[in-house]
């Protein structure tokens, strides 16, 4: 089954994961990747540049009616939710907050569900709320895939954990076996 989109939603203690994740990334990836990562709003984002330093790949923060384009790496902006249009652009919303989430990362699996279906593969990983497990729930109704960090592994255990307990899970990941689980998927999404 082919994956178009691989979205990934992280909280307290996820960032580590990411940069272990894009610093081992193939180069030539078949899919887009978006990060919903819980984060401070600031006037000025410093996340992309800095994940930028790690990874060969483009990284570039959402803004509104953002064409999203294969082998790049796409990160949704502090306190604004990320909804899926269609297959190729995003919008942004300024309603209330989820879990004390703006972006939530429910309301980001939930729309990429509804759009991409069975090929959607999503990535919860580290956090302290229970963020993730309805849109993994919706994910999984509409046939796509879930990747859950194992909680023994996550720096904050809270959200894999409440997400292995109430979500169908297709893997549970760490942050060593994700690079190459990631680039596994890569290349047979190309045979």
């Known amino acids: 089954?082919?994956?178009?989109?691989?979205?990934?939603?992280?909280?307290?203690?996820?960032?580590?994961?990411?940069?272990?994740?894009?610093?081992?990334?193939?180069?030539?990836?078949?899919?887009?990747?978006?990060?919903?990562?819980?984060?401070k709003a600031q006037s000025v984002s410093i996340l992309p540049s800095l994940l930028q330093q790690y990874s060969k790949i483009e990284v570039l923060e959402i803004e509104d009616k953002t064409e999203i384009?294969?082998?790049?790496?796409?990160?949704?902006?502090?306190?604004?939710?990320?909804?899926?249009?269609?297959?190729?652009s995003v919008s942004l919303d300024r309603s209330e907050k989820l879990h004390f989430s703006r972006?939530?990362?429910?309301?980001?699996?939930?729309?990429?569900a509804d759009v991409f279906g069975d090929k959607l593969l999503a990535v919860l990983l580290s956090g302290a709320n229970s963020d993730g497990?309805?849109?993994?729930?919706?994910?999984?109704?509409?046939?796509?895939?879930?990747?859950?960090?194992?909680?023994?592994?996550?720096?904050?255990d809270y959200m894999p954990?409440?997400?292995?307990e109430h979500v169908r899970f297709n893997q549970l990941i760490t942050s060593e076996n994700l690079p190459s689980l990631f680039n596994e998927l890569n290349k047979n999404n190309k045979l």
Request: hydrophobic share 45%; glycine share 6%.
């Open 133 to 156: 497990v309805q849109g993994l729930q919706h994910i999984k109704k509409n046939g796509g895939k879930v990747w859950i960090q194992n909680p023994d592994t996550a720096q904050v």
């Open 69 to 88: 384009e294969i082998n790049k790496i796409y990160i949704a902006p502090a306190d604004y939710h990320l909804l899926f249009d269609d297959k190729k």
């Open 161 to 164: 954990r409440q997400a292995m």
């Open 1 to 39: 089954m082919e994956t178009e989109l691989v979205i990934i939603g992280g909280s307290a203690g996820s960032l580590q994961v990411i940069i272990e994740l894009i610093r081992n990334l193939d180069t030539d990836l078949s899919f887009s990747v978006v990060l919903v990562v819980h984060r």
């Open 103 to 112: 972006p939530s990362i429910d309301i980001a699996f939930s729309s990429a």
